[in-house]
Nanobody, 120 residues
């Protein structure tokens, strides 16, 4: 089993910045590699949407609404992934979830989410 824990959310004013962290842990990580890490955002009453992702090969992709403002990075040695969020907007408010994908049948593991609120 893999445990995924997000942190770093909070309240920030428009134009501000936050850095989210996602830590994956579990004994199975000594056997299988993390091949993908993704961030999603969910607003109350709406479907969860994909925001950004990175692969073990170093590929990074972003949804259009955050391109140029958000940056995803990973620390393979620590099984961590980060989301640096700059120039935050009101519409960036939501619960941010981290998803980790293993090279064990591409199994997916989700965290519990961290709340980000952008408000003046």
């Amino acid at each position: 089993q893999v445990q995924v824990v997000e942190s770093g959310g909070g309240l920030v004013q428009p134009g501000g910045s936050l850095r989210l962290s996602c830590a994956a842990s579990g004994s199975i990580l000594s056997i299988y590699n993390i091949i993908g890490q993704n961030w999603y955002r969910q607003v109350a009453g709406k479907q969860r949407e994909w925001i950004a992702g990175t692969t073990s090969g170093g590929i990074k992709k972003y949804t259009d609404s955050v391109q140029g403002r958000f940056a995803i990075s990973r620390d393979n040695a620590k099984n961590m992934v980060y989301l640096q969020m700059n120039s935050l907007k009101l519409e960036d408010t939501g619960v941010y979830y981290c998803k980790v994908i293993l090279d064990w049948g591409r199994k997916e593991y989700w965290g519990q989410g961290t709340q980000v609120t952008v408000s003046s």
